[in-house]
């Protein structure tokens, strides 16, 4: 279609697969044909690329046997997209099998290859199969770049190895290559799991001397750090430096401002964040309501906790595990063991099987209530 220079008819198809409308791709993949104009692996690696991003990978491995039915061969973008799809979906061992394939075909593995690998094997804490693709990697005279770096210490920020991360830092400078926002983000996170938050503000400071712009997800990252630590009024001023930079903050930033002020025990200005989410047009979310839930319920106001859990099924959120296990925690702390048996019943009544959390709230106030009593039997 580009020789022919229907560009137009090229732009829409490949915007309709990443979009994911592909049932209107497909009407243009059979006007195609219908035309006399056979896909080529182009087309079917749109296809495929975009199945995979929504999940759909099963279905985007079956277009390889038409592909091969067609006499096309596919190559390396097609193995790394379907590579890609089971890696998110946590199925390494089928990733592991269309790589073998991949160079069984004589088609060698990329960076994209290993980038992705050791992406998934970092998610899954598999650290000791990641460094092994990394020496891998160095064996086959292959260079890390920016990607391999961001998720090398991205992974090792996620494990809380500061010092690693840092250090890989150090490295991706020595070697030229420019840290991006998703460097920058990874070590803010990890430096607010570590209590270093004068190093993180600083770290903030230079990405704004570098002339990076911050973005929601730096912020984020700050303003949790912040509120982690105790360190509420701080994340309110970054909250302030959000709206001057015209970075527009979403449920995230507010479900951590508001978990920093319930761990403050200030339930009453959390719930005011949740009156100004939706002022400002942000729909809050089962985090959200769950927040509200558990700070009254740890002041043992229950009142409030059951009306915010009405208010959570009138927006249309089931009430989860961590909404129940709230309810029945606060309960049994104002010795209301009959009301959080309710719970208990009406929790497994709907599927939700309860945890240790659960079970320790309700066996922690029947012997409270037993010693009470004076009752010595448990």
Known sequence: MCKEGKLKKVKEFIGHCLRGKFQRARVIFQTMKDKGLE???YTYNSFISGLCKEGRVEEASGLICKMLEGGLVPNAVTYNALIDGYCNKGDLDKAYAYRDEMISKGIMASLVTYNLFIHALFMEGRMGEADNMIKEMGEKGMMP???THNILINGYCRCGDAKRAFGLLDEMVGKGIQPTLVTYTSLIYVLGKRNRMKEADALFSKIQQEGLLPDIIVFNALIDGHCANGNIDRAFQLLKEMDNMKVLPDEITYNTLMQGYCRDGKVEEARQLLDEMKRRGIKPDHISYNTLISGY???GDMKDAFGVRDEMMTTGFDPTIL????LIQGLCKNQEG??????LKEMVSKGITPDDSTYLSIIEA?????DLEGNDDK
């Open 323 to 326: 909404t129940y296990n709230a």
């Open 366 to 370: 029947m012997e409270t209530v037993d």
């Open 39 to 41: 896909p080529d692996c």
């Open 145 to 147: 770049d920016a990607v």
């Open 297 to 299: 319920s740890k002041r």
């Open 338 to 343: 009959e009301h959080a048996e309710e719970l």
